[in-house]
């Protein structure tokens, strides 16, 4: 189980959205790349990098940043945030993601989703990105709500050659009351694609929780920002607790 701190890019600074939530932003780091090689320094192998500007606006505004990220950190960084067409997969894995999320235009255009996740030079190195409000999937950068759920998603792609699924919570997400265990649980339960949690986590402990699920990685940003969490710690226990030692 991998630890993946999160790298959320928003007019070319690092922040948080309370909530999924354009208009309450906290703001943490001006520079993003002097984020990453401190994540990398503590033991991070895996960023979890966010472009807030392309999710909102439909196209990705922060390739360049990708770009600086990779080459100073060498690290494998999934990379989502209004990714839309195939040739925006193709600018960021050739700005060196190593994973590609799509989430708004899988939900919106699943016959699109379908061709792009089998074609050879995409398969296992997309993600899908699932954002979930009170239970139901929102799209567009989290500003506009759908009716369908993640397992019933996650149940249609059972066989498709994606490299996992991306999970928040939305509700929870930068509120740091912890993970929503029995949705993730759920999920996880359900899906053959491995499962990435995303929203809410606070300490240690949660880590312990979420490693019992069984599933392939934790994004955690807030609590690390404001020092709840120790990302040496973190990544530790995960390797432990992966191990089994």
Known sequence: MEILPAIDLLGGKCVRLIQGRYDRVINYESDPLEVARRFQQAGATWLHVIDLDGARDGRVANLQTLRRIVAATGAQ????????????????????????????????????????????????????????????????????????????????????????IVYTDIGRDGLLLGPNLEAIRFLASKSTIPIIASGGVTDLEDIERLAALNIAGIVIGRAIYEQLIDLRDAIRLARSLSSGA
């Open 77 to 164: 960084v999934e990379f989502g945030g209004g990714v839309r067409d195939e040739a925006t997969i193709r600018a960021a894995l050739d700005a060196g993601a190593k994973r590609v999320i799509i989430g708004t235009r899988a939900l919106e255009d699943p016959e699109w989703f379908r061709s792009v996740a089998h074609a050879p030079e995409f398969a296992g190195r997309l993600a899908l990105g699932l954002d979930a409000r009170l239970g139901k999937l929102a799209v567009r950068g989290w500003t506009r709500d759908t009716e369908r759920t993640a397992v019933d998603v996650a149940r249609s792609i059972a066989d498709w050659p994606v490299a996992a």
